[in-house]
T-cell receptor, first 114, second 110 residues
Framework: ETGVTQSPTHLIKTRGQQVTLRCSSQ?????VSWYQQALGQGPQFIFQYYREEENGRGNFPPRFSGLQFPNYSSELNVNALELDDSALYLCASSGGQVNTGELFFGEGSRLTVL | QKEVEQNSGPLSVPEGAIASLNCTYSDRVSQSFFWYRQYSGKSPELIMS????GDKEDGRFTAQLNKASQYVSLLIRDSQPSDSATYLCAVNMGRRALTFGSGTRLQVQP
């Protein structure tokens, strides 16, 4: 069984740039969620995709956007990067539309914005 | 007031002792509760879930839930140095997401 994989693992951007992060969900899982984890904090929900549709969003501005593809892989896009966007971005997959809370996380993409 | 609150620690216990980690939450309608373990530089890993009042045991781990007090706890018996990590309490508040606390850092001293 293939786990959740994310790329890239680390990246550095400058303020104002745009970034795309990628995630492949665990085999058999059709729901992908994205979380942002700042240093010393718990993960914060960004949004969730189920069968290519966004079906939940946290308190993040529209410059955070995403996609889910037919194979259930997903992208997180962040435009107009700000210094506060520096964080670990976690992708999590689960089975089914209803969020049971049993999430399988990838190893994350650590973004540094200078 | 944060929706899910945890003491940030560090909580330091000697090897072999019981570690007790606590969490309170604000939303009375919350139905499901989770403990995730996160090693330094790694991603969170689910270790326990609990859905009804009382205790749930899994090996050395026991989760306890008291919905009337809006309180969840995790007990780790016979603590090992390999248990040293940050423990995240997470609550499903009926939205399409989990709400996480900031985590409690546990240090098990050999």
């Amino acid at each position: 069984e293939t786990g959740v994989t994310q790329s890239p693992t680390h990246l550095i951007k400058t303020r104002g740039q745009q970034v795309t992060l990628r995630c492949s969900s665990q085999s058999g899982h059709n729901t992908v969620s994205w979380y942002q984890q700042a240093l010393g904090q718990g993960p914060q929900f960004i949004f969730q995709y189920y069968r290519e549709e966004e079906n939940g969003r946290g308190n993040f501005p529209p410059r955070f956007s995403g996609l889910q593809f037919p194979n259930y892989s997903s992208e997180l896009n962040v435009n107009a990067l700000e210094l506060d966007d520096s964080a670990l971005y976690l992708c999590a997959s689960s089975g089914g539309q209803v969020n049971t809370g049993e999430l399988f996380f990838g190893e994350g993409s650590r973004l540094t914005v200078l | 007031q944060k929706e899910v609150e945890q003491n940030s620690g560090p909580l330091s216990v000697p090897e072999g002792a019981i570690a007790s980690l606590n969490c309170t939450y604000s939303d009375r309608v919350s139905q499901s509760f989770f403990w995730y373990r996160q090693y330094s530089g790694k991603s969170p890993e689910l270790i326990m879930s609990i859905y009804s009042n009382g205790d749930k045991e899994d090996g050395r781990f026991t989760a306890q839930l008291n919905k009337a007090s809006q309180y969840v706890s995790l007990l780790i018996r016979d603590s090992q140095p390999s248990d040293s990590a940050t423990y995240l309490c997470a609550v499903n508040m009926g939205r399409r997401a989990l709400t996480f606390g900031s985590g409690t850092r546990l240090q098990v001293q050999p």
